[in-house]
């Protein structure tokens, strides 16, 4: 194919002839990166969606986790006596509830008293935690693990659900 006429170096001559049987064995090969990259580049894009994802779900997570908090904080201040009214401190947590997600229609909070325990230095005082439960549905956000990740299945949310006790805070009688 190729023919020496005398004018090149012979160093020059093998590189020439090196990059001919390159370009043949190119031609060759020339759509096997294509198939890699098309067989490897969704599962890339699955992983990094996922972290992502993921960090998403705990980022909701903690905004969850403090909103409990904040709200069994305020519902305990506002349960009041032991013969306290849960249904005022449900009320009072929803005011807070709307003010603190962006959208509280996708959150629901349930309250509830347990009586604890006996304080032994007072005759006859029970004390008393308020549980609140918060349940979040998430939004997820990418892509591929929008499905995945969902539950059910496809439905493009994940739901947080979250607790915290927190004592009742009454005067002693």
Same mark, same amino acid.
């Given at each position: $194919?190729?023919?020496?006429?005398?004018?090149?170096?012979?160093?020059?001559?093998?590189?020439?002839?090196?990059? @001919? %049987?390159?370009?043949?064995?190119?031609?060759?090969?020339?759509? =096997?990166?294509?198939? +890699?990259? @098309?067989?490897? &580049?969704?599962?890339?894009?699955?992983?990094?969606?996922?972290?992502? +994802?993921?960090?998403?779900?705990?980022?909701?997570?903690?905004?969850?986790?403090?909103?409990?908090? +904040?709200?069994? #904080?305020?519902?305990? &201040?506002?349960?009041?006596?032991?013969?306290?009214?849960?249904?005022?401190?449900? =009320?009072?947590?929803?005011?807070?509830?709307?003010? $603190?997600?962006?959208?509280?229609? #996708?959150? %629901?909070?349930?309250?509830? #008293?347990?009586?604890? /325990?006996?304080?032994?230095?007072? +005759?006859?005082?029970?004390?008393?935690?308020?549980?609140?439960?918060?349940?979040?549905?998430?939004?997820?956000?990418?892509?591929?693990?929008?499905?995945? &990740?969902?539950?059910?299945?496809? %439905?493009?949310?994940?739901?947080?659900?979250?607790?915290?006790?927190?004592?009742?805070?009454?005067?002693? /009688?």
């Amino acid at each position: $194919m190729f023919k020496y006429k005398g004018n090149l170096k012979p160093s020059c001559l093998g590189f020439i002839k090196f990059v @001919l %049987s390159e370009r043949k064995s190119r031609n060759k090969n020339a759509g =096997q990166t294509t198939v +890699e990259l @098309l067989l490897v &580049l969704p599962m890339f894009f699955f992983f990094i969606f996922a972290i992502m +994802e993921i960090g998403n779900i705990a980022f909701q997570v903690i905004v969850a986790n403090h909103g409990v908090y +904040e709200i069994a #904080r305020i519902g305990s &201040l506002t349960a009041g006596p032991p013969d306290g009214n849960i249904g005022v401190a449900t =009320q009072r947590m929803n005011a807070v509830k709307s003010k $603190m997600f962006p959208n509280p229609g #996708r959150v %629901s909070i349930s309250a509830r #008293r347990q009586v604890t /325990q006996t304080d032994p230095q007072l +005759e006859n005082h029970a004390n008393a935690d308020l549980i609140v439960t918060l349940k979040y549905k998430a939004n997820l956000v990418f892509p591929i693990t929008r499905y995945v &990740l969902s539950k059910p299945l496809g %439905s493009g949310t994940q739901t947080i659900t979250v607790t915290a006790r927190m004592p009742i805070e009454s005067p002693a /009688q």
